[in-house]
C-alpha cells in the first residue's frame, strides 16, 4: 500500500506534494483557470474552450513548451 497523501479540498483535491485546484472560470467563453501547487512551485494554468493552454509561474513568468520554441 502507497504512503502517498490523497485528499479531497472543497475545490480541488491534494495528492502528495501537489494541491490542484480550480480558481476561475468564464461560462460564456469558455474558458478555465487552473491552480497547481507544490512545496516548490506555483503554476496558473489556463485552458481554452479549443484545449489550448499557458501556463504562467508565481513570477507571471510564461512556461513555453519546447516544441512551440523549435517550430
Not at 506534494?17 to 494554468?45: F, N, P
Amino acid at each position: 500500500m502507497s504512503d502517498i497523501e490523497y485528499k479531497e479540498l472543497q475545490y480541488g483535491f491534494k495528492y502528495g506534494d501537489a494541491t490542484i485546484e480550480r480558481h476561475i472560470s468564464d461560462e460564456k467563453r469558455g474558458w478555465v483557470v487552473l491552480g497547481l501547487e507544490t512545496s516548490k512551485i506555483k503554476l496558473q494554468i489556463y485552458v481554452t474552450k479549443t484545449g489550448k493552454i499557458r501556463i504562467h509561474d508565481q513570477k507571471g513568468q510564461e512556461w513555453i513548451p519546447r516544441k512551440y520554441l523549435n517550430a
